[in-house]
């Protein structure tokens, strides 16, 4: 079996959404330093890198981390290529590329190529679904969708977008790096940090080939 991780991880000073508090990991302890070990510390929001939303984030007394559905974490998933020219992720593209009856889907956008440069920029212009494709989705029976951007929905639609997905109990598996990853089928298996009464959680990310 092949593992491939999909996961962008966590580094002091790393790409946040834009007003969110920059991301902290340092040291609170050092053996150099004359410790007896070496002890980290780490301050970060909970969209910083790959993780979960759940409806909590848009939804006001939406369900929140415990209540997260761990089936839908694990299992079939296929990975779609988004062609270059696709700006957004709409119905019409996605009634063009034969998915109706997948339960995880993640899109491979160009947007994947920011997580090769250590320290890349926000882009305002990254691919995702619109709220028609959301609405598609939901329709069609899926459980978890999942991109490489920072959000799963497009900047103007953002909260109208995560309102349809979110009020459905679809998944939502934001800011992945499948830049190196082939479309086609695998096996997602996705296992978030176990925080309590929280409206998103970071995770670890891996396909099994």
């Known amino acids: 079996m092949i593992y491939i991780d999909i996961t962008v991880g966590i580094k002091d000073g790393m790409l946040v959404w834009p007003g969110d508090k920059a991301v902290e990991v340092g040291w609170d302890a050092k053996i150099a330093d004359g410790h007896e070990s070496n ?5 970060m929001g909970v969209h910083c890198g790959s993780h979960i939303d759940m409806p909590l984030h848009f939804i006001e007394g939406g369900k929140t981390t415990e209540a ?4 839908a974490l694990i299992g079939p998933v296929e990975v779609v290529e988004v062609p270059e020219e696709i700006n957004k992720i709409d119905r019409k593209f996605l009634e063009s590329i034969s998915i109706e009856n997948v339960k995880r889907v993640l899109f491979k956008t160009r947007t994947s190529r920011m997580w090769t440069q250590q320290y890349p ?6 691919v995702a679904l619109d709220a028609s494709g959301a609405g598609w989705l939901v329709e069609h029976g899926c459980r978890l969708v999942g991109v490489d951007a920072m959000a799963v929905i497009v900047m103007e639609e953002i909260v109208k977008g995560h309102e349809i997905l979110l009020g459905n109990d679809v998944v939502v598996l934001e800011t992945l790096n499948l830049g190196h990853v082939k479309p086609g089928t695998y096996e997602l298996i996705c296992l ?18």
């Open 192 to 209: 978030p940090l176990k925080l309590i009464d929280r409206e998103a959680t970071p995770v670890r990310a891996i396909l099994k080939v």
């Open 39 to 43: 002890v980290t510390y780490v301050r």
């Open 121 to 126: 920029q926000f882009d305002y212009e990254y």
């Open 68 to 71: 997260l559905d761990l089936d």
